[in-house]
């Protein structure tokens, strides 16, 4: 017989029909040959692993850096056309230490990422031949017939064929917070959401409560696990905000090196100048144009951040997506575990017309329960001893084992004074009415004492609070008295009931009975017995936000950063976190949402804040909404159902403790603590990394448009032969000179009041025109200031030696007073804030011993054609170089006059 596609719709058959179609008895299982036929046809059941990139591979890759392409051109022509090896081995031993420093930071993350994978290796129970056997999950197939219960993993998708009190928690893949009770009966609709196919169950998803055995209907690729892993294989990444700019300034500077060449070799000609020194002057200049060192500074500033980042509990996978973080203007989080602690908590106790209030959260049993109104005696133990015994949760510390809202009433229960193992040991159940949902209740039966010592069975029950009601005559008041169920006290009830709900909470009613010892039988149909009851209390849950997520996000609120919630939860539900949270906006579902259209979303969107009951393409399409709209899109999430749109995101942030490892690879950032506090943290900490690159890329841009127009007025003045410095001495300069000074820009402290700015435009030019002319200024100090003291001592008729060392010095100097002046546009540096950075003041005395030693140390001078010079030769140096400081000054004055 042959076996039916992925495809089929299981949820709609029986069990007997969906046998058939997997050619399997279910009393027996598989045997050992259909196994292996099976195996062979369908593969392992485990997702396809992406290929691991070879070394050699992420070492080239590092070579489609435009900058590194134009730096290996540059080599190529030292080499070939002037067969200046010298110069060829430094510029490619810059591109080799540029691209190994990338790809080690590379390797360095990824191995934090391993760190969190878990090494366990899942197992199932699976019935072959008659036998009950314990299997690897990988060798599972379509057909098998699985055991599992509270605890296990589902190794597989399949239809359910046996389900015993089973609850199974889908959070990881649908996004909804409570576990699903499950059933075997079949569903008869075609376009049945995932979270609403009871008779199904899905690989990866965890079992709570209960027992059932599945038929194994998809494995591997074909579950939807691995429907969602191939949507994250569909997904393009693009290039970060700064890696763009960066390439753009990069063009930028190259075709202003290009054009000024092409203006030195049209004079150089009209003078007669030979096409071999023409060449050397155009490898020089290039050399000096293109700004070699900004990968190995920019790489090594995020190198640190990262570094920083790691030690905050923030993992970040790739360089750039540090500075990412700081342009994010829109933040997509998922709900449970990411906004809430995925813990269900009672909030709320209503007691026949009054109101409590739970304190606490999670399942720590710190807390009080306070009663809304005034003062009087309050005993509602009754309503705690059955939250206690009609429950099968077990707390360990504050690790719940078990159904999460049966956490939820177990804490409540020890926070109202009821020591829950103890009165399980002390009242031990004789019978019990399984949870069921035709009934919608569950019933547990104990004996017990009542106050006059007489003895009692009692039994209590949970459920519904409209089947409860109904199946109620009295109820208990605040005092613990019973009192009867008029109209009025019923109506009462109700509205406590709609009150909890709108509020997004799951609402469970408490009731109980007494019956005689003498005439009660544990084998009697006890769901008739139960009525005539006493109602309790009706209870609100809720999986709550976590501590500090209100605050976070009004702080994320405040730095222009919107906030939105998509969750495979309930839209009420969802409303009433996001209410509770501060994020503005309407809840829709994700059915509302597919059915609007791009240009009606496109629109709406900003008016969204809640997008319930999604899909993993509802969320993916959100972030391109969004990305299309000019924003840079952060999407956090801990599920299996959040990968795509991770992937799809500017850049996604996945938890590390709960995450699924499909997250993880998906994710660009990934949270060892899961607290969505550490995200505001990290785009704080990336606006740093941004406004500190701004700074490293105005002094490196200046010092660039010095040795553009230095290069230019030698050649245009006929200034020491138009070539005023070697490629070892600019190679000196960029990376002796300019880098440590560099590097410590890149790392100085936080700019006050960057969280009070709105998020730079994802378009936003690093280079805007007012700040084009300020360094377009501060280049031709510098060129006027080298030049200036090169023309005076050629004319003298110094050497060209001396000159040249003299150019060095001056033009050195001015890289150090740009360094102090660039470093803010509008503060001056003439305050006790410009020498706060003790790390750029070291940066600096290195500088000036970078510039002093290779014109006294033997084997530099000769290399770099350098010669030692007076004091008085310092000193003039020093008072020319100057002029960059004072031009800078004078721009800053008018900037903050226009400010």
């Not at 699976?126 to 589902?154: M, N, Q, S, T, Y």
């Not at 309050?378 to 077990?394: E, F, G, H, S, W």
């Not at 500088?847 to 000769?862: Q, V």
């Amino acid at each position: 017989m042959s076996i039916n596609p992925p495809q089929q719709t299981w949820h709609r058959l029986t069990t007997e029909e969906a046998a058939r179609q997997l050619d399997v008895d279910q009393a027996t299982g598989l045997d050992m040959d259909q196994v292996n036929q099976r195996l062979a046809q369908y593969g392992p059941n485990k997702l396809a692993e992406k290929a691991k990139e070879p070394r050699w591979r992420a070492f080239l890759r590092q070579y489609r850096d435009l900058m590194q392409m134009i730096l290996v051109v540059t080599a190529l022509v030292s080499l070939l056309i002037l067969g200046d090896s010298h110069t060829f081995f430094l510029l490619i031993i810059l591109t080799i230490f540029n691209a190994v420093l990338g790809m080690l930071q590379e390797a360095k993350a990824e191995a934090s990422l391993a760190s969190l994978r878990s090494m366990m290796q899942l197992e199932a129970r699976a019935r072959r031949g008659g036998h009950v056997v314990l299997v690897p999950a990988e060798e599972l197939v379509p057909g098998d017939i699985v055991l599992f219960e509270a605890g296990d993993k589902v190794p597989a998708d399949g239809r359910l064929v046996e389900a015993a009190t089973l609850e199974i928690e889908e959070a990881a893949l649908t996004g909804e917070s409570t576990p699903v009770l499950k059933d075997t009966r079949p569903i008869e609709k075609d376009d049945v959401p995932l979270g609403d196919r009871l008779d199904l169950a899905y690989m990866n998803t965890t079992v709570t409560r209960g027992r059932g055995v599945l038929l194994v209907t998809d494995t591997g690729m074909n579950t939807q696990i691995g429907h969602i892993a191939g949507m994250m294989s569909a997904v393009k990444q693009d290039k970060t905000p700064l890696q763009k700019q960066l390439d753009r300034l990069t063009v930028i500077m190259a075709s202003i090196a290009g054009l000024a060449f092409l203006a030195m070799t049209l004079i150089g000609l009209m003078r007669g100048l030979s096409m071999d020194l023409l060449v050397i002057t155009g490898v020089s200049m290039a050399i000096s144009a293109i700004p070699t060192g900004l990968p190995a500074i920019v790489t090594t500033v995020l190198a640190l951040g990262t570094t920083a980042l790691a030690a905050s509990n923030a993992i970040v996978k790739r360089l750039t997506s540090v500075e990412t973080l700081g342009s994010t203007s829109a933040i997509c989080s998922d709900k449970t575990g990411t906004l809430t602690l995925n813990q269900m908590t009672a909030r709320e106790l209503f007691v026949v017309g009054h109101r409590f209030t739970v304190e606490g959260q999670g399942y720590s049993t710190k807390g009080q329960v306070r009663f809304v109104g005034e003062e009087l005696e309050v005993n509602i133990r009754p309503a705690y001893v059955a939250m206690a015994l009609d429950t099968d949760a077990v707390l360990d510390g504050e690790k719940l084992i078990g159904d999460p809202t049966e956490g939820a009433l177990i804490v409540l229960a020890e926070k109202g004074g009821v020591d829950v193992l103890a009165t399980r040991q002390e009242y031990p159940r004789v019978a019990e009415v399984p949870f069921d949902a035709a009934y919608k209740l569950m019933a547990t039966f104990h004996n017990m004492t009542r106050p006059d010592g007489t003895s009692v069975v009692r039994a209590y029950v949970k459920g519904a609070p409209d089947i409860l009601l109904d199946r109620s005559t009295h109820g208990i008041n605040p005092k613990g008295e019973i009192v009867t169920l008029t109209d009025d006290l019923r109506r009462k009830v109700m509205a406590g009931n709609d009150h909890l709900a709108a509020q997004g909470m799951r609402v469970l009613a408490f009731a109980g009975k007494g019956f005689a010892p003498q005439t009660f039988d544990p084998q009697a149909n006890l769901l008739d017995e139960l009525d005539g009851l006493v109602l309790f209390a009706l209870v609100g849950i809720v999986d709550p936000p976590r501590p500090e997520a209100k605050t976070v996000i009004a702080e994320a609120q405040g730095a222009g950063i919107q906030i939105r919630m998509i969750t495979g939860d309930h839209a009420v539900t969802a409303a009433a976190i996001a209410k509770e949270l501060g994020i503005p906006g309407r809840a829709i579902t994700g059915q509302e949402f597919a059915a609007m259209s791009d240009e009606q979303l496109t629109q709406e969107v900003e008016n969204i804040g809640v997008i319930a009951r999604v899909a993993p393409e509802h969320k993916v399409r959100l972030v391109e909404i969004l990305q299309r709209k000019g924003h840079i899109v952060a999407m956090t999430g801990d599920g299996v159902n959040d990968a795509p749109a991770l992937k799809t995101a500017n850049i996604g942030v996945a938890m590390g403790i709960t995450g699924t490892e499909a997250t993880k690879e998906a994710a660009a950032m990934i949270l060892t603590d899961d607290n969505f506090a550490t995200i505001v943290k990290a785009v704080e900490f990336g606006r740093t990394i941004y406004d500190n690159l701004l700074k490293y890329i105005r002094f490196q841009m200046a010092t660039l448009a010095g040795f553009i127009l230095t290069f230019l007025g030698s050649a245009l003045f006929n200034i020491v032969s138009g070539i005023p410095f070697n490629p070892g001495q600019i190679l000196w300069i960029n990376f002796l000179v300019d880098a440590p000074p560099g590097i410590r820009l890149g790392q100085d402290k936080a700019t006050p009041g960057l969280m009070q700015r709105k998020p730079r435009p994802a378009n936003e030019n690093i280079i805007s025109r007012s700040l084009a002319v300020w360094l377009g200024l501060g280049g031709l100090s510098m060129a006027i200031a080298a030049l200036g003291v090169m023309t005076y001592f050629e004319n003298a008729g110094y050497s060209v030696e001396i000159v040249r060392t003299l150019g060095f010095a001056t033009f050195a100097l001015t890289h150090i007073f740009a360094a102090l002046s660039y470093r803010d546009p509008y503060h001056s540096v003439f305050t006790l804030e410009t020498f706060n950075n003790r790390h750029l003041n070291g940066a600096i005395l290195i500088c000036l011993l970078a510039i002093y030693l290779p014109t006294e140390l033997d084997f530099l001078s000769r290399n770099l054609e350098l010669v030692s010079l007076p004091f008085e030769g310092w000193l003039f140096c020093v008072v020319l170089a100057s002029l960059t400081l004072w031009v800078s000054e004078g721009y800053k004055w008018v900037a903050r006059l226009r400010k």
